[in-house]
């Protein structure tokens, strides 16, 4: 199955072309190491038109390493971060926040993927009791790990819980174009303008190889200066600053210059191919009732419900995983290079199998 086209992952999609004309256009001359060259700084240019005036932006090599250093700079040794229980920073990135970061998570249920207030709320208890670990984040991940989106006001609602109490908000923006372009909104509309501190930027997901960032939304105030000089030390001594660092910044500036015209063109189309396999699949769900689609397909990620003998044999001719093992859902995930036979022939793969 080397070469058969995958629906687990928008990781599993190769380079984009205009990411390789970066690299390949940052690739002449000598150019001084660790972010002090023309690339870096014209990242930096970028995430002020992207983010606002007062943003700040550190280049990194993955999403897992944005996380740990974003939420480091954020917390004290004794303090927490409040977040779903299906958050990748929870499930998917191996402990690293606790063993890398020295923090603990406090995971609240959520079928949806999203927090709500009144969930965070239910996590900001014990201030100032020694023998809890304190919140000082929220994290929330857009779009969602079960693909659903926040709306700007409810950022907004969970921003302000936040500040109210002292803590910060973070958003994991693995796949944030994604958000944006299902939105239909700027980044900053849905990050800075509503109240979010720290962004973890993806790259990869969208057409990088290996580039992703963590923004500062507002160095202008004390909290986000001192996010910020304790990020340019803590990327040093978590092993993510880059000494070829044009290479990671061409590639980041290839997705977002002139708007991040590649990497909403990107999501976009990742998107509408979702979209065509959600109504495919919601389709084939009202002539075989034993198959459903509880949650609406908001960005790139459709999940079905599969009878469990369906996925196994579905699997044998496409990648993707299965989420939920008690319930038999699955997630199918589209990238910037899903094509519409990628996703016809799946779903006429997955309707055969159902007659059959």
Known sequence: MSNSRGFASDNYAGIHPKVLEGIVAANHGHQVA????????????????????????FPVFNGTGANVIALQAAVKRWEAVICVDSAHIHVDEGGAPEKMGGLKLWPVSSPDGKLSVEAARSQIFDLGVVHRAQPAVISITQTTEMGTLYQ?????????????????LHLDGARLSNAAAALGKSFREFTTDV???????????????????????DISSSRGKALA???SYLRKTSMQLASKMRFVSAQLNALFQDGAAVALANASHANSMATRLYQGISELAQMHPHISIPNRAEANAVFPILPAEITERLQQSYRFYLWNQATGQVRLMCSFDTSEQDVDGLLSKLEGLLRG
């Open 229 to 231: 000089e304790a990020l």
């Open 152 to 168: 700007p006001g409810e950022i907004r609602a969970l921003a302000d819980l936040a500040h109210e109490h002292g803590l910060l």
């Open 34 to 57: 660790y972010g002090e060259d023309g690339e870096t700084e014209r990242f930096g240019e970028i995430v002020h038109e992207l983010f606002g005036p007062n943003a700040v932006g």
């Open 195 to 217: 109240g979010v501190d720290l962004v973890s930027l993806g790259g990869t997901k969208i057409g990088a190889l290996a580039a992703e960032a963590v923004i500062v939304t």
